[in-house]
């Protein structure tokens, strides 16, 4: 069974900096794009940042400058650096990958959510 795990969220100070990770496990055949996604209280759930197999990034406009996705293709992991928090980035993040499983048909897979609080 494929799983997405994140890591990495926690209380941090606004202007601080955070780092989350998020690794595919389970029979996976290949990973395709793979992405950020952030829900706060409230709000629908949005885009971060996203980036393909070949390394091509996209970011939320008002994010750009602040946050960078990258990614590790052997590994199934996609990282989100978050610099120069600020008390608006509070919110769950969601890691998102489109892969296809073992003996399956390409799909869309969801982490469980890291919470990302921004707070002195």
């Known amino acids: 069974q494929v799983q997405l795990v994140e890591s990495g969220g926690g209380l941090v100070q606004p202007g601080g900096s955070l780092r989350l990770s998020c690794t595919a496990s389970?029979?996976?055949?290949?990973?395709?794009?793979m992405g950020w996604y952030r829900q706060a209280p409230g709000k629908q759930r949005e885009l971060v940042a996203t980036i393909t197999s070949v390394y091509i990034t996209n970011y939320a406009d008002s994010l750009k400058g602040r946050f960078t996705i990258s990614r590790e293709t052997a590994k199934n992991t996609v990282y989100l650096q978050m610099n120069t928090l600020k008390p608006e980035d509070t919110a769950v993040y969601y890691c998102?990958?489109?892969?296809?499983?073992?003996?399956?048909?390409?799909?869309?897979?969801w982490g469980q959510g890291t919470q990302v609080t921004v707070s002195s």
């Open positions: 998102n990958a489109r892969l296809k499983p073992w003996n399956k048909l390409w799909g869309d897979y």
């Open positions: 389970g029979r996976i055949d290949s990973v395709s794009d």
